[in-house]
C-alpha cells in the first residue's frame, strides 16, 4: 500500500509532500515507504514534526502493530513486547508507562522474553522507569532477557541496577518479597530513630586503605569529598543517569558495614 493511497492525499497535499517530491518519478518507490523514518522525526531537534507524524492517517496505521500488549487490570501491570525495541517502540512504552502512572500503578512486569535487540533509547527509557517507578514506591522488574539484549544490559552495567526476573512467576516473588520487607520495616521502627551514621571511608580506615584499593591520600573521593558513598558508579545512557553499586566493594568491611540495606 503506497502511503497516499491509505492517508488518500489530495493533489495538493501531494505537492506540499517532501516524500511525493523526492519518488514521484518512481512510484513503485512509494510502496511500504516510512516517510517519517526519511525525515528522522524521532531526532530531538525534530519533536515538532514528530507530534504532526502522530496525527497522521498513515502513521497510525503503519504503527498499529506494534508488538506491544499491555494488562492494567491487575495490581501488578504486565507490558510484553516483542522484536526489536527501536525508537517507536520505546515511544510506545514510555506511552503505556505514563498510562500506568496516570492510573496510580508503579509495579511493572516487562517481559522482554520475545525481544532480540534493543537499542540505547531502549535502554535509557527502562532506567527512566524504573527510577520512577521506585519513587513512586513500586518497582520494575524485567522477565526474560536474554542473548543481545541480556548482554547489553550487562556490558552497560544495567544488570546492575536493574530487577532481572528468568520468567512470571520469579517476578512475581520478587514483587513478594518487597512487600514483606517493607511491612517488616514499619513493624521494627522505633519511634524517632535516627539512621546510622556513616563515617568517610578514609576515617574508618584510618587512612590505611584495603588491599587492592587506591591509597586514601591519593582517592578522588577524598581529595573531593562528595555525599556519595564510595562503592556508587556513576552511569548514564540517552541523557538518563543512573547509579550502581562497584562489584568490586561487594567484599569491602566497609560496604557490608554501612552500605548494605538493613532489610536486605
Known sequence: MKCYELAKCTPEQQEKCYVWNSFRDNPDDFENIKCWVL??????????????CLKCRYYLMMNRDTGLVSDFDADIAK???????????????????????????????????????IYSCGL???????????????????????GYVLASFESTKL????????????????????????????????????????????????NHNPGNATTCDECFKKINPSQEPCWIVE?????VSFQYVNEDCESCDFFLEFGVPADS
Open 159 to 206: 544488570s546492575r541496577l536493574l530487577k532481572l526476573a528468568g520468567d512470571n512467576r520469579e517476578a512475581r516473588e520478587i514483587f513478594d518479597t518487597l512487600k514483606k520487607k517493607k511491612e517488616e520495616a514499619v513493624v521494627r521502627k522505633e519511634p524517632g530513630e535516627k539512621p546510622r551514621q556513616r563515617p568517610p571511608c578514609w576515617e574508618y580506615w584510618n
Open 124 to 146: 535509557g527509557m527502562l532506567v527512566k522507569v524504573h527510577k520512577e517507578a521506585e519513587e513512586a514506591g513500586g518497582l520494575m522488574v524485567v522477565v526474560g532477557a536474554q
Open 235 to 239: 552511569g548514564m545512557i540517552e541523557g
Open 39 to 52: 525525515k528522522s522525526v524521532h531526532h530531538q531537534e525534530n519533536r515538532d514534526l514528530l507530534k504532526k
Open 79 to 117: 507490558v510484553s513486547c516483542e522484536g526489536v525495541i527501536n525508537n517507536d517502540k520505546t515511544r510506545a512504552i514510555l506511552e503505556v508507562w505514563e498510562k500506568l502512572k496516570e492510573s496510580k500503578k508503579s509495579k511493572v512486569i516487562l517481559d522482554l522474553s520475545s525481544v532480540n535487540n
